[in-house]
């Protein structure tokens, strides 16, 4: 418990040096906040433009769509905001970098974790949080205490979610360097893929990034629950209340593929 | 300009070519994701069809098809921005550039066409090819067709280079380029049609799009290959594209003339 205070408190530290870092450049930092509000943006005008050409999408209607969109980019925008700089870390692999971390007396993985911060990925989350209020004001929600439960337990489910893949699959890079980018198939393509109801995917794809990259617990299952709405899927309604448990899991997988690629780590030496 | 003048064009789009051949395992990697993501925009988009047949006069098929035409492009145009000249404004190796005997915009586009020549074949073809195994795709079906195809798509990567190049100039002025190459990605993953294409959009929208070069780099290409485009608008199609090229790189060539008069670069 000690230890857990002090890395929580370690790591304050060195995140408050990082973001005054990044506050010293004004004009940068309002540049590319907003570039990560627009860029962020498009993805939902895209499905805007969709919902200008037919009514629903798969049963879906586009305030209901608009929910899945909002809760699958906000848990996402919150691990780019943490750890979106592991896009890096095929480089401090092959800069030998990485070498440096494993005799110093903390963790590598909360190290890596530590190392940068970019707070200009706010920008992603501001233009979530507005479309969630559009989603959540435009639909007529019968709120009850279970729902609000699961409404509050997504995006921290979703971000344990998200974080636990993108620590699994960038563990790639302790093998191969410049196979890294197949790692984005499924941090960004797992957060493409969580935007849009899970039933107009086909199976295969439903099968291999819906479940077994659990990303249909990123939004997918709470929304139906939320909504009180019949999954189209027919699938186990307790699915729909289980994104926290898997989310667990999901960390407890992460944790012991992160462990097992540095226990085999090579170092390039020198 | 003399024969010399293109020969060297075309030793630099060898090093462009090389350049990237040398990373095969990065292709393969990038082949992936690009397929990946085909398959879930050509499954988002079918969606649309199991209550419309047609949508702007585009069926399923031909909806498939430019998708994987539009994944088959990321990489030949660099839809996500590029900003290798900006980096070397930035750290002063433009300067190295200027004293050759070619125009340093010149160069690096030279470098640019052999470079998307390996990124067409290696990058475009193989998820264009899955995609074509698994969906049933629109092809061209007389060969003239297949001619104006690779004549627009080459086409778009000049007009794709030319906008590049100018959000990259913007590095003369300020040190943070990044925000330009963003904000010039935005617009040209939107307006080019590359999201969803520009028939599918608002009215206004579509409008507004087909004012500026972007379709140039993504629909018109698309259009030529599903076959929306066909006769004498094939014609005007690739002029439409011939004049942004033209457009975009005079714009280029003045800003970096501009750029070039303030430029101070620093040590011996």
């Known amino acids: ?270 | 300009m003399g024969l010399d003048t293109l020969r060297l064009d075309w030793e630099l789009a060898r090093r462009g070519y090389a350049r990237y051949a040398a990373y095969p395992a990065a292709t393969i990697a990038g082949v992936f994701v690009n397929t990946v993501f085909g398959f879930m925009r050509a499954f988002i988009l079918l969606a649309l069809f199991e209550q419309r047949d047609h949508i702007a006069g585009y069926d399923a098929s031909a909806t498939v098809t430019y998708v994987w035409l539009g994944q088959a492009l990321i990489m030949t145009i660099y839809i996500f921005g590029w900003q290798d000249l900006a980096l070397r404004i930035r750290s002063g190796d433009i300067a190295g550039d200027l004293i050759r005997p070619v125009h340093p915009l010149r160069a690096s586009l030279a470098f640019d066409l052999g470079r998307a020549l390996y990124h067409a074949i290696y990058r475009g073809l193989p998820p264009l090819l899955v995609g074509a195994l698994v969906f049933r795709l629109v092809l061209p079906a007389d060969p003239l067709e297949w001619l104006a195809f690779v004549i627009s798509v080459g086409l778009a990567i000049v007009v794709s280079y030319g906008f590049r190049a100018i959000y990259n100039i913007v590095a003369f002025w300020t040190t943070d380029h990044r925000g330009a190459m963003f904000l010039g990605a935005v617009a040209v993953n939107l307006f080019s049609g590359f999201i969803v294409p520009v028939a599918f959009f608002p009215d206004w929208l579509a409008a507004l799009a087909h004012a500026t070069p972007f379709p140039s780099m993504v629909q018109l290409p698309i259009d030529i290959f599903i076959g929306r485009a066909t006769g004498g608008e094939v014609l005007g199609t690739l002029a439409v594209q011939l004049v942004w090229a033209v457009v975009l790189l005079v714009i280029a060539e003045r800003l970096f003339a501009f750029g070039v008069r303030r430029l101070v670069v620093q040590g011996g």
Not at chain 1, 112 to 119: E, K, N, P, S
Request: hydrophobic share 55%; with cysteine.
């Open chain 1, 1 to 270: 418990m000690a230890e857990l205070r002090e890395s929580l408190s370690l790591y304050r530290l060195l995140i408050a040096a990082r973001v005054r870092a990044q506050l010293q450049y004004r004009t940068s930092f309002a540049i590319e906040t907003v570039a990560a509000f627009l860029v962020s943006f498009l993805d939902f005008v895209a499905i805007l433009v969709i919902f200008s050409n037919v009514p629903q999408l798969g049963t879906w209607s586009v305030a209901q769509v608009a929910l899945l969109y909002a809760l699958a980019t906000l848990s996402f925008a919150f691990t780019d905001l943490v750890i979106g700089h592991l896009d890096g870390f095929p480089a401090l692999i092959r800069d030998g970098n990485f070498d440096l971390m494993l005799v110093r007396p903390k963790g590598t993985l909360f190290q890596v974790i530590t190392g940068d911060f970019q707070l200009r990925r706010l920008g992603r989350v501001a233009q979530a949080l507005l479309v969630l209020g559009y989603a959540l004001n435009t639909l007529a929600i019968d709120w009850t205490p279970d729902r609000a439960l699961v409404l509050a337990l997504t995006v921290p489910s979703g971000v344990l979610i998200y974080g636990s893949v993108w620590v699994a699959v960038i563990c790639i890079a302790f093998w191969t360097v410049e196979g890294r980018e197949a790692a984005n198939a499924f941090t960004y393509g797992g957060a493409f893929l969580a935007q849009y109801p899970m039933n107009i995917f086909d199976r295969w794809l439903r099968r291999f990034l819906g479940y077994f990259v659990p990303m249909a617990f990123i939004a997918y299952f709470p929304a139906l629950h939320v909504l009180g709405k019949t999954d189209p899927l027919g699938l186990p309604a307790v699915l729909q209340v289980a994104s926290p448990v898997v989310a667990l899991a999901a960390a407890v997988v992460a944790s012991t593929v992160w462990r097992f690629a540095v226990r085999h780590y090579q170092s390039a030496g020198g």
